[in-house]
């Protein structure tokens, strides 16, 4: 951090033949970033130095010249498909570093369950544990419905100054056809911004890109205030709110009235939307008294968070395929790319099942160790 040693820093600065008056200017503008607990990023060249990426490559990424991403599509458990887009190794290096340098010790909304320290799917359910009626919500397209222009927010409520944090934002986005429409307001600012870079212009608006490692912490970063007006929603009408990543629940352990549901769901919708956000209308589950009620897969509707009866027979199934028919025949028939892909798949189904039921993980865990054991399998080195 350059304010761990203003003296050396000026030193070198000198060497270096910056004036005496811009060397005042740069330390008291770390300072100011610093005292925010991430460090001083001065310049995109600097950022290039302190990450080790090319400076020229940073330039055709945040100008847009190049994309810097490969991308494909995965299957939807539910059906369709989802868009995945892969940084290049130089841009994912940049920002990995960004996530664990800027972004991960920024503090979240309490209601956001997704992407944090100490953060699970298990806690995010046992908020709703008593409930006896569950509202169930998924945010369409979430990662790609948060816009450049928000996350330049976040990058200056860090502390950096316009320029700085406009490079920042665009490093940490990708352009796509659908989300391309760009506001006048941050049109102006990033063209008349304090130094005008004609190469930066733009007329395409980008996204937070899924498979980038800095989208997940800016989702909830920029999804803050969002938090804030349905958890204030929520209490005022005596419910608990969660967001774990794009999936939303509401619930009560009072009584409710249709008309009250209507409303809930009309207020819900319009403060999704003021966010640029659309829900699945599909995908609304409305869970009342008597049924069963499910938060990421975990049953909520007893005294204590337990594991649901399909996620017990996925787990069982594949240890039983591995133990009857072994590795390569059982990765072949799930359709696994790897065997190693598909025991990495299975060890983190079971410490999930551990988190959420001890002596039913430990006892699959006992029974894939013992068939991988049998069947003289060892984790690949490196």
Sequence with gaps: MIGASPHQYRANALAAGLSSQTIQHVLAQAERVERNGVPAILTLRHLAHITGADYKYLRAIVSRSEDGYTPFTIRKKTGGSRLIASPEPQLLSVQRWIARQVLANRPVHICSMAYARGASPLKCASRHIGARWLFKFDIHDFFESISEDRVYSIFRSCGYQPLIAFELARICTRVHSAYASIPPRWQSRRVHGPTEITAYSDDRLGHLPQGAPTSPMLSNLVSEPMDDLLASLARSQGLVYTRYSDDVVFSTSDDITRREIRDLLNDITRIFASFGHRLHRKKITIAPPGARKLVLGLLVDGSQVRLSREYRARLEGHVRGIETFGLAEHAASRHFA?????????GGLIAHAKAVDGPFGDAMALRLSTA?????????SG
Excluded at 372 to 380: K, V
């Design 338 to 346: 790897s065997i190693w892909g598909m025991v990495r798949h299975i």
């Design 372 to 380: 991988l054991t049998a069947l003289g399998w060892s984790e690949p």
